[in-house]
């Protein structure tokens, strides 16, 4: 009689188990800039081409579920000062089980007049905040891929050596 009325019992918290949504199971990466840098800043002027600034961002994103991860894309806003100057992604990133994977992206930011204030900040070495703000995509493989955020990923102070001589 026991064994009857066990075997209910466990197929409800089974079934329970199985309608928990995959967010409250899945452990959300964490996401740290290792590095970000103003490599190079075109100014407007003459015959050249349209202003842009050139800028890498390194990062290290933490798996802390005891499972492989693969984020088919992790991307967002990158905001300087309040300002959001352009979008950053890092796709395809193998994370290993509770481990860590590096990633570098380089961008190619045109420079426009409400963002060249916060670009300028940069290059002549003053101290600014920064933020990503965006989504990412996990590949659950036969559970399907699944859309989190959005969240500020990272954030943090930028203050660099100057690149600029004004």
Do not use: H
């Amino acid at each position: 009689m026991r064994l009857r009325l066990a075997a209910p019992a466990v197929l409800l918290s089974l079934a329970l188990g199985a309608c928990a949504p995959l967010q409250q199971v899945f452990q959300v990466p964490e996401v740290a800039v290792q590095s970000i840098g103003l490599t190079s800043l075109t100014l407007p002027g003459g015959f050249g081409s349209a202003p842009v600034a050139q800028i890498r961002v390194g990062l290290r994103v933490t798996n802390p579920n005891p499972l492989p991860l693969r984020l088919a894309n992790l991307g967002g806003s990158l905001v300087i000062d309040g300002a959001v100057v352009g979008d950053v992604n890092f796709p395809n990133i193998a994370l290993p089980a509770r481990g860590s994977a590096e990633q570098v992206a380089d961008l190619t930011l045109p420079v426009s007049l409400t963002t060249a204030a916060s670009f300028l900040k940069v290059a002549r070495g003053q101290l600014v905040t920064y933020r990503v703000d965006g989504r990412f995509s996990a590949d659950f493989g036969p559970l399907g891929l699944q859309n989190f955020g959005p969240y500020t990923l990272a954030q943090g102070q930028w203050k660099q050596d100057p690149i600029l001589p004004f």
